[in-house]
């Protein structure tokens, strides 16, 4: 009988869990300081897919190869754009109202998105085929009964490479420190003179480009996109970062790894539940332990 968990199945997660990752990251980063769930998230993560795609696409009409780090650098620029845009139009003005008034503005925000990008000429709401052999050309490492690409390798290195460096920012750098200040206590941290909106534009930029990036790695390795393409990685990311503690950067990794290996496991049994396990842990999660695996349980002000 065919081993339904094994090696093969063990990578691909982590694979998958690799881009959820940087998906996750994003909605973290911004919950953590602006207490905002940007469900517009999933649509930067798109919009990354679309700005690698066409740059490419021109590439080859012009009888020249676009550079690989060019790429990488296009795909984070229109997901930080398209995140920063999103926060000055649409999220800045409700800043202090009430939550729910963001939190629908954002699912707005989202709609918005894909069904402009599904109406625009150029780009339509059909599929396209992600040009990733003339990016990169595959190639297959085999190890026993397990092969692995090199888009995994190339996915789980830059993911891992980002999300190092997004430590390394939060954690040893002034704009961290400022980032970190503004998270706990807003008004404490005016009063140090700490440029509020300056800190939430920086946080939207790096969510926003962590997503780009994610949505180059995911048309590399699942080579078709479409305007919707970013509903559900978008959601399974968020409650990946629900799981491991959504404000809690380590918490958004682990989460992410976990729903992608779970996913993958699951799928290789039956693909509907595959699809359907994030949400179940989702459920599972809110039930038993709400504040996330690394998160803290937090009093209210009454």
């Known amino acids: 009988m065919e081993k339904i968990f094994n090696l093969q199945q063990l990578i691909n997660g982590i694979q998958l869990g690799s881009i959820y990752a940087l998906i996750a990251l994003g909605y973290t980063m911004v919950y953590g300081i602006v207490r905002l769930i940007n469900f ?5 993560f798109m919009i990354g897919a679309y700005a690698s795609y066409f740059i490419i ?4 009409l012009r009888g020249y190869h676009i550079p690989v780090v060019l790429v990488f650098i296009i795909s984070i620029a229109a997901g930080s754009l398209a995140a920063v845009l999103a926060d000055k139009i649409a999220y800045k003005p409700l800043r202090y109202k009430p939550r729910i008034s963001a939190l629908i503005t954002a699912l707005g925000v989202s709609m918005f998105i894909e069904y402009l990008f599904s109406a625009l000429p150029f780009i339509g709401p059909s599929y396209r085929a992600f040009p990733n052999e003339q990016f990169i050309k595959s190639k297959i490492f085999e190890f026993g009964n397990t092969t692995i690409s090199n888009y995994i390798i190339i996915d789980v290195l830059v993911s891992v490479s980002l999300m190092i460096f997004l430590t390394y920012l939060v ?3 002034r704009i961290g420190m400022a980032m970190r ?9 005016k009063l140090m003179g700490i440029d509020i909106e300056k800190i939430i534009t920086i946080t939207f930029i790096v969510g926003g480009g962590l997503a780009g990036a994610a949505g180059l790695l995911t048309g590399v390795s699942y080579p078709r996109i479409f305007p919707y393409m970013g509903v559900l990685p978008g959601l399974k990311a968020f409650i990946a970062a629900v799981l491991g503690g959504i404000g809690n950067i380590p918490g958004a990794m682990l989460g992410s790894y976990i729903m992608g290996i779970s996913e993958t496991f699951a799928t290789s049994y039956n693909s509907l539940l595959g699809e359907g396990i994030a949400f179940a842990i989702l ?11 690394l998160g803290e349980t937090v009093a209210e002000k009454v």
Do not use: C, E, M, W
């Not at 517009?40 to 930067?44: E, Q, T, V």
């Not at 696409?57 to 080859?60: S, Y």
């Open 181 to 189: 200040a503004v998270s706990q206590d807003k008004d404490a941290a």
């Open 57 to 60: 696409i021109f590439g080859n």
């Open 283 to 293: 459920i599972l999660v809110l039930l038993f332990r709400p504040q996330g695996l």
């Open 40 to 44: 517009a998230h999933g649509d930067f």
């Open 171 to 173: 954690k040893y750098t």
